[in-house]
T-cell receptor
Framework: DAGVTQSPTHLIKTRGQQVTLRCSPK?????VSWYQQALGQGPQFIFQ???????QRGNFPDRFSGHQFPNYSSELNVNALLLGDSALYLC?????FGGGAQETQYFGPGTRLLVL | QKEVEQDPGPLSVPEGAIVSLNCTYS??????FMWYRQYSRKGPELLMY????GNKEDGRFTAQVDKSSKYISLFIRDSQPSDSATYLC?????????????FGPGTRLSVLP
């Protein structure tokens, strides 16, 4: 049973560029959440996708956008990269039991983004 | 005041010691509580998941939740060098659409052989 997978593992970009990160959820899961984890900090919630729509969003600017595909995989896009966007980006998947109730989340290994 | 607070450590203990890790929180709506272990440069790995107050045991790990004090703990018995990692507490409300999982900053643990 494959767990949550993410690609790429590492990425180096320069300020102003755009980046796309990808996530495949754990088998049987239908909900994908994205988190940003700065060095020495806990993960910060970016947004969550369910049924191909953004269901909830954390305190991140519109430069951060996402998408969920019919097979439940997801992408995180970040435009106009800033130095402060350098972080580990984590994808987590879960199963929605209906009405938004979920089991807990399982994380992928993350994509480490460095913005120069 | 941050929503979830956690002593960042680092915490160093000898092999075989009992480790106590703690988090406090301010949002009384939190009902689901989790502990994750994160090795360096890896994603968080779920260790324990509890609902509401009480204790839960799984092998060498015991999770405690005291909602009246807004305080949760993770105990590790017979600690091993392989337990050396950062431990993150996480929690969320019980609202159907309150799906934001809020994390503490993590406690870095070193178990010395």
């Amino acid at each position: 049973d494959a767990g949550v997978t993410q690609s790429p593992t590492h990425l180096i970009k320069t300020r102003g560029q755009q980046v796309t990160l990808r996530c495949s959820p754990k088998s049987g899961h239908d909900t994908v959440s994205w988190y940003q984890q700065a060095l020495g900090q806990g993960p910060q919630f970016i947004f969550q996708y369910y049924e191909e729509e953004e269901r909830q969003r954390g305190n991140f600017p519109d430069r951060f956008s996402g998408h969920q595909f019919p097979n439940y995989s997801s992408e995180l896009n970040v435009n106009a990269l800033l130095l402060g966007d350098s972080a580990l980006y984590l994808c987590a998947s879960s199963l929605d039991f209906g009405g938004g109730a979920q089991e807990t989340q399982y994380f992928g290994p993350g994509t480490r983004l460095l913005v120069l | 005041q941050k929503e979830v607070e956690q002593d960042p450590g680092p915490l160093s203990v000898p092999e075989g010691a009992i480790v106590s890790l703690n988090c406090t929180y301010s949002n009384s709506a939190f009902q689901y509580f989790m502990w994750y272990r994160q090795y360096s440069r890896k994603g968080p790995e779920l260790l324990m998941y509890t609902y509401s107050s009480g204790n839960k045991e799984d092998g060498r790990f015991t999770a405690q939740v005291d909602k009246s004090s807004k305080y949760i703990s993770l105990f590790i018995r017979d600690s091993q060098p392989s337990d050396s990692a950062t431990y993150l507490c996480a929690m969320k409300s019980g609202d159907n659409y309150g799906q934001n999982f809020v994390f503490g900053p993590g406690t870095r643990l070193s178990v010395l052989p």
